[in-house]
């Protein structure tokens, strides 16, 4: 898979041995599109076994890549790295990290440039807010800047002058032994910075057999209240949308380069931005299948669903959460639980699918309160396609974070310290602990598991999904789904 070079895989991650080399080396084949696209598309079986082999070694080849990095080992793989980045002759560098865990490695790379090869180094990317600090003290050889926000005003700046920092929106950088930082610039006219250019980038690499394009259509979040949230911050504390005939236009260039599939990665679509996208689409007859993010509010109508299918729209990331509103509250969703069941049912009725979000464990949620998720979804659930799940995580610069109290949370303390801010652990006044939370959340997933009709793995692959759903359309059996019944939902949820 690593183009013929020998590698190690955890016997505990792949007990299966030498056959899991030789699953990996298929599933690149296959979700590349150059061998048995039908075992993608039309063997449900396969795609499972594939995909869960994929899904464990990217996990574990990035763990594994992430502790060496931060070790300071040697790696064959950061040395091949390396090399095409000097190959390129360049005047400088510059790392987009999008989670903390691309950290460890961009930071080995960055360090490698600069001290071994005299490199200016740039770090940026929605990773970086007001965390840029943690980054620098914790990797100080790693950048000579880093841009907290958003980076085209800055880099803009940046290659005028690669030794004047100061004059850089969004810097922070080390002067004097001291961390300085430089206050963002927010561009409100997004139509300015022009469309993204893929021209250098080779699509068929991806492990996909189709390209999908990642789309912004918007800027920052227009709810930005969800007290557990901190994704939104990267843009500023802002909302800004493109324009309707440059987000058409955008769309078209690429449908006349090919390309009809698009990931909508803002961090939520509107009802009403949804409508003129849809009737947009409708009116130019871009022939796409797209999919976003949103929450389930009223205002997605069936009329206004029914818009987005025919525009193109194959399935929904809805910010979900909880099937309690006292906790839905607490989150300050802005969402009410009779609503989301009329949502999801619309949605499904007018061929949409839908993938749900949640969160286990938030600060005072009863075991009581979750299983009223569990009884929700179960309740809906031959509308409902997958489920992205996990346990609360307490993020620096949230509302949960800022405010603690508020939230019962009586002790907050630094578990681990890292360069993105670090685990935090609390303690609440009521509710689950941490560990009851993920007790709870474990003897969940077998039944989280069931949701997707056509393969288990699938909600690992969100672009995987588009495709997939485009392709099948009606065709997807949700009879073959063995949920357990659910009369004492934890008692019924047992891992097996």
């Given at each position: 898979l690593m183009r013929g070079r020998q590698i190690a895989l955890s016997p505990q991650a792949f007990p299966e041995g030498p056959a899991a080399i030789e699953g990996l080396l298929q599933a690149a084949d296959i979700f590349r599109g150059r061998a048995h696209p039908e075992y993608f598309y039309d063997d449900a079986d396969r795609y499972q076994y594939y995909a869960d082999l994929f899904f464990r070694f990217t996990h574990e080849g990035a763990r594994s890549l992430g502790v060496m990095s931060e070790q300071g080992a040697s790696s064959p793989l950061l040395s091949e790295m390396l090399g095409e980045i000097l190959a390129l002759r360049p005047d400088c560098v510059g790392f987009s990290m999008i989670f903390s865990e691309q950290l460890p490695v961009g930071a080995a790379l960055g360090k490698a440039l600069r001290t071994r090869h005299g490199m200016k180094v740039l770090f940026g990317g929605s990773c970086f807010t007001d965390t840029s600090e943690h980054f620098l003290k914790w990797y100080p050889e790693a950048a000579d800047v880093v841009i907290a926000g958003e980076g085209e005003i800055a880099l803009s700046r940046l290659l005028r002058s690669l030794d004047n920092f100061a004059a850089v929106p969004g810097a922070v950088f080390y002067k004097d032994g001291q961390v300085r930082s430089v206050p963002n610039v927010i561009g409100n006219d997004l139509d300015a910075f022009g469309p993204p250019d893929w021209s250098d980038v080779d699509l068929r690499s991806y492990y996909s057999p189709e390209p999908v394009l990642p789309l912004l259509l918007s800027r920052g979040c227009y709810w930005r209240r969800c007290t557990f949230c901190v994704h939104y911050r990267s843009a500023g504390l802002s909302y800004r949308m493109h324009g309707k005939p440059y987000v058409l236009d955008m769309v078209e260039r690429f449908r006349k380069q090919g390309v009809r599939h698009f990931a909508f990665i803002d961090e939520m679509i509107a009802p009403r931005h949804f409508e003129w996208l849809s009737q947009g689409v409708r009116d130019a007859g871009l022939d796409i299948a797209y999919y976003a993010?949103?929450?389930?509010?009223?205002?997605?109508?069936?009329?206004v669903l029914k818009m987005m299918a025919e525009s193109g729209c194959r399935y929904l990331l809805w910010g979900f959460e909880s099937g309690n509103q006292r906790v839905l509250d607490l989150m300050d969703k802005g969402t009410i639980v009779a609503d989301v069941?009329?949502?999801?049912?619309?949605?499904?009725?007018?061929?949409?699918?839908?993938?749900?979000?949640?969160?286990?464990g938030f600060p005072t949620e009863t075991e009581q309160e979750f299983?009223?998720?569990?009884?929700?979804?179960?309740?809906?659930?031959?509308?409902?396609?997958?489920?992205?799940?996990?346990?609360?995580?307490?993020?620096?610069?949230?509302?949960?974070f800022d405010d603690p109290a508020r939230y019962g949370i009586k002790r907050?303390?630094?578990?681990?310290?890292?360069?993105?801010?670090?685990?935090w652990g609390y303690e609440t006044e009521s509710g689950m602990t941490r560990e009851e939370a993920q007790a709870v959340f474990v003897r969940a997933l077998p039944f989280f598991r069931e949701f997707n009709p056509y393969a288990r793995a699938l909600a690992n692959f969100r672009d995987h999904a588009l495709l997939i759903y485009d392709a099948r359309g009606d065709r997807l059996d949700m009879g073959k789904r063995t949920f357990p019944a659910l009369s004492h939902p934890l008692q019924a949820c047992r891992p097996t």
């Open positions: 993010l949103t929450k389930p509010v009223r205002y997605f109508t069936p009329a069941a009329h949502v999801l049912r619309n949605a499904h009725d007018a061929g949409l699918r839908n993938h749900l979000f949640l969160i286990c299983e009223e998720s569990l009884r929700f979804l179960d309740a809906n659930k031959d509308c409902i396609e997958a489920i992205h799940r996990g346990t609360f995580s307490l993020e620096p610069q949230s509302p949960v907050v303390w630094l578990r681990q310290p890292g360069p993105s801010g670090g685990s």
